[in-house]
């Protein structure tokens, strides 16, 4: 059988404020990780749409894209313990950069976040070894170095929306 591969896509938010990045808190099967506003795309979205929607899920907190800071390719290789089989992952990320409202008050966190915190960058680099992925602290340093790409450099075809019967927007 011929099986063709195919990474897993995921979209990040890189939120900085006053000399501080905002990061999640969450359970993983290896412990408590640090990680950026992030997950997966969904079906019927835009990048820019799953973005938005991943960091309100995650923090509380509306966000609005302005550029993409950059894409990143990534492999996690988890080996089997248990009952859990051997996972081989690559993922790209795409991460963008934008204005983050406040909490919105009746909201609770996604399943598995356990907290939100705000970090400067040597905290954040201190940290390392509880950092979900090595794209952490690649995207925030490509955030400082001031990497910013138009939105426009990203298309979604209609078709996207359109297969899932939902509204581009």
């Not at 290789?77 to 690559?90: C, K, L, Y």
């Not at 993922?91 to 400067?120: E, K, N, P």
């Amino acid at each position: 059988m011929n099986t063709r591969w195919k990474p897993s896509v995921t979209v990040a938010a890189i939120i900085e404020q006053n000399g501080k990045f905002l990061l999640v808190e969450e359970h993983t099967p290896e412990g408590l990780k640090l990680n950026n506003p992030a997950g997966h795309l969904d079906p019927g979205e835009s990048l820019i749409e799953g973005c938005a929607r991943e960091t309100l899920e995650e923090t509380t907190q509306p966000f609005r894209p302005t550029a993409l800071v950059g894409v990143y390719m990534s492999r996690f290789q988890r080996p089997a313990s248990g009952e859990a089989d051997a996972e081989d992952i690559t993922y790209l990320r795409f991460a963008f950069c934008g204005v983050v409202g406040d909490v919105q008050a009746g909201r609770s966190l996604d399943t598995g976040i356990v907290r939100t915190l705000w970090m400067t960058p040597d905290e954040i680099r201190a940290s390392a070894a509880r950092h979900r992925s090595t794209s952490v602290v690649r995207c925030m340093d490509d955030y400082l170095a001031g990497q910013r790409y138009p939105l426009n450099f990203l298309y979604t075809d209609p078709t996207v929306a359109d297969q899932q019967g939902l509204r581009l927007g």
